[in-house]
């Protein structure tokens, strides 16, 4: 499985449009990619201005296919005024899971 982990950062006063752009790439992968096996979207407790997506793909190519997605090409869009920088981008292969035990 490969996973890609994101920190992403809000513009103060953008966090709830940046959380709708997150819902819009969850909807568009949850109707038109079934190699994606996992997306979720966390916005943090503590601090409103940051969420995680964890994805799960069940290969590169399903990985590749999300990335040139036309919901990612919207999304890229719109973090141009919505995404504070840094944004902490992690793609790994998952070693284990609640499955795996």
Request: aromatic share 8%.
């Amino acid at each position: 499985m490969i996973t890609i982990t994101a920190v992403i950062r809000a513009v103060e006063g953008s966090e709830d449009a940046l959380e709708e752009a997150l819902r819009d790439v969850a909807a568009y992968v949850r109707d038109h990619e079934p190699d994606t096996v996992g997306f979720f979207v966390s916005r943090s407790l503590g601090e409103p201005t940051i969420f995680t997506t964890y994805e799960r793909f069940v290969d590169e190519a399903a990985k590749d296919r999300h990335n040139a997605s036309p919901a990612t090409a919207r999304f890229f869009e719109a973090a141009k005024t919505l995404v504070a920088p840094p944004v902490d981008l992690f793609t790994s292969v998952e070693v284990a899971s609640r499955d795996d035990a």
